[in-house]
């Protein structure tokens, strides 16, 4: 897992306000007004909140995909607005793995090659050691036996699984995840809240999930609920 330094918060949100401006010359749609939240390395937490209240635009903040009208985002310690687009880049493949609520799998890909993808960019081959570690979590979340399936003879559970195993290959040392289980039954949801907390609990991968189910937000170590534009917690 990448190493992150002990001594500064691993996420810092610092103030940040983020508005969204209709075109036709509409007035902007406040979103986030002078959020702040901080995340230490090994945490779990996850943010809760109704619909259109900032959560996916906050988690798309802190993993590099957007930038604040305001305010600050960090990573252990560094502003990722004095960063570059490739270094954004490198952060984003290196330190930080996404899970959204639709899996986005390759459909004409087995679920090995699409866990394999995020590695594949920019090399012409894959180390032995990386497809070995693949085929251990495929193991290790029960897919062994789905491994050379296409995504389309999966279930909704299974392919969101391979969705996570997808975004841990690389070692990251921040799991994003929104809405991971808002398009799974129950059992299925159950299921992948429980594998979100053992990367947190056994392998220390720190998380934060955007998710409208309570029973998730239980599942984690803390709870921040997004409220008039700022966060809470609970």
Do not use: W
């Not at 129950?186 to 998380?207: F, M, Q």
Request: glycine share 10%; charged share 20%; aromatic share 2%.
């Amino acid at each position: 897992m990448a190493l992150m330094s002990a001594s500064v918060p691993l996420v810092e949100i610092r103030q940040v306000t983020k508005a969204y401006r209709p075109p036709g010359g509409a007035p902007a749609i406040s979103v986030l007004r002078a959020a702040s939240l901080t995340v230490t390395a090994g945490e779990a937490v996850a943010i809760v909140g109704p619909s259109g209240s900032g959560k996916s635009t906050l988690l798309n903040l802190i993993g590099a995909l957007d930038q604040p009208d305001e305010g600050e985002v960090l990573l252990d310690g560094t502003a990722l607005s004095t960063l570059g687009e490739a270094a954004l880049a490198r952060l984003r493949r290196d330190k930080i793995g996404f899970v959204f609520q639709s899996h986005h799998l390759l459909p004409h890909c087995s679920v090995l090659e699409n866990v394999l993808v995020p590695v594949l960019a920019g090399h012409s081959h894959t180390d032995p050691a990386i497809e070995d570690r693949a085929r251990h979590l495929l193991k290790r979340v029960g897919l062994t036996e789905r491994m050379h399936q296409l995504p389309g003879r999966l279930s909704g559970g299974e392919r969101q699984r391979a969705a996570v195993v997808r975004a841990v290959i690389q070692n990251p040392a921040l799991l994003l995840a929104d809405e991971p289980t808002g398009a799974l039954d129950r059992a299925a949801a159950t299921e992948i809240g429980s594998l979100l907390a053992d990367l947190n609990g056994l392998d220390g991968v720190t998380l934060i999930v955007v998710t409208h189910s309570r029973e998730l937000a239980e599942q984690l170590g803390r709870v921040v609920e997004m409220r008039d534009g700022r966060l809470v917690e609970l």
